[in-house]
């Protein structure tokens, strides 16, 4: 059995490669694309914490990315410690609980609007009227995007994730529109210098550390722009599969859905186990800094490596019964948002804005059905969700 994370086959349902890899290639090496991968949660576990043997720095996902294009905007994502650590400090000093925290009236309002209107006409694409828009919205609102920007601004990200299918190469149309945001959140960063504010990037300007020699470190424009761009990037894609999913998840088990309906309180447990069983994030690329051994067989130094979260967490190992979807489920971990130094710095904004966008769904379609036959996957390698998941009032 073979693992391609850009076959479509593979999108609409990679379940069944994860488990043969599992049982049967727990290290697993595919010499067309020349990678391996580990599939089993304890090695996927182990593997994340361990940044000196498993590298970010030439990338997290299996696609072809020049690191030099992010020489400008350095993003946390490619780095390791130490310099991961400057940068995920200051940028924490900023992005803080608290200030997610108060963003839930404005994503309750947001979502409160966005619900109403397909209410009005008695149903609507999941995906394109609510799950998209949501936290696309959340984020401009926390960068301080002015009205007039975002629909261009809308256009740049989603071009920036467009993919070819059967080819780890990213198509030029997607490199040129990140060109694009890049610079506009250079001129946003600037734009914002020279007005007073007390939105997310004034907070990352005046943002500061004490050095190791008694000095003091800010972030400079590139990381913040760097931090933008991952923040529009990663913030959205996550929260928007998320909910796709949950919604199609929900459909399909409607008995949970009604549950859900009568104790909203037990919703944040519930996406925990939509995140397990179906993570918007697939797997996080390394590459290998030295030769390791894993059940019998060398990955020599240079190699790249995926740790398949989306395989470690249907591992009967670590969840009992793993293929059955069970919102009363208790779990203490699950690796969807990743573990160790690169834990996602969002995922507390991901289980807010996930959490509110389901309660006030819930009010508005206590029962609905979604039209599988017109659900559309998401194609990208390390991404299980979908484009469009349309649906209608029962």
């Known amino acids: 059995m073979e693992l391609n994370p850009f076959s479509y086959e593979f999108h609409d349902n990679p379940y069944p490669v994860y488990a ?42 299996l696609e072809r990315i020049d690191t030099t294009l992010f020489e400008v905007t350095p993003m946390m994502i490619f780095m390791d410690p130490p310099k991961h650590d400057r940068l ?21 309002q947001l979502a409160r609007d966005l619900v109403q209107r397909l209410a009005h006409a008695g149903g609507g694409d999941f995906v394109t009227d609510f799950a998209a828009p949501l936290p696309r919205e959340v984020i401009f609102n926390l960068l301080g995007v002015p009205a007039e920007d975002r629909v261009q601004l809308r256009e740049w990200m989603d071009r920036a994730l467009e993919r070819d299918p059967d080819t780890p190469a990213i198509p030029s149309r997607a490199i040129e529109a990140s060109m694009h945001l890049v610079r506009y959140w250079f001129q946003l960063i600037e734009a914002l210098r020279q007005r007073p504010n007390d939105g997310l990037i004034a907070a990352l300007l005046e943002a500061e550390l004490e ?41 399909r088990h409607p008995e949970a859905w009604h549950f859900l309906c009568e104790h909203p309180e037990q919703i944040s447990q519930a996406i925990e186990e939509v995140l397990r069983y179906w993570p918007p994030s697939q797997y996080q690329a390394r590459t290998v800094t030295k030769s390791v051994e894993w059940y019998g ?6 190699a790249r490596i995926l740790l398949l979260n989306g395989a470690a967490t249907r591992d009967p190992r670590a969840f009992p019964e ?20 690169h834990f996602c710095l969002g995922a507390s ?42 649906f209608s009032a029962v």
């Open 20 to 61: 043969w890899l599992r049982e049967h290639a727990p290290l697993y090496y595919n010499p067309q694309l020349d990678f391996y991968a580990l599939s089993r949660f304890h090695d996927v576990w182990t593997a994340l914490q361990d940044w000196r043997t498993y590298s970010s720095r030439e990338g997290v996902t």
């Open 88 to 108: 995920r400090r200051l940028v924490s000093a900023a992005f803080t609980p608290r200030r997610i925290a108060a963003l839930e009236p404005f994503v309750r």
């Open 211 to 251: 050095t190791e020699e008694g000095g003091r470190t800010r972030l400079t424009d590139g990381e913040i722009a760097g931090f933008c761009a991952l923040l529009g990037a990663a913030g959205n894609e996550t929260v928007t599969r998320l909910l796709g999913n949950a919604a199609v998840l929900f459909h």
């Open 297 to 302: 067989q060398v990955v020599p130094a240079g």
């Open 322 to 341: 793993p293929d059955r979807f069970d919102i009363h489920r208790q779990i203490s971990l699950h690796l969807s948002f990743g573990y160790g130094v």
């Open 349 to 390: 904004l991901a289980r807010l804005e996930s959490r509110v966008a389901l309660e006030e769904f819930a009010q508005a379609f206590p029962r609905y059905v979604v039209d599988e036959s017109r659900c559309v996957r998401a194609h990208m390698s390390n991404v299980h969700g979908f484009d469009h998941v349309p």
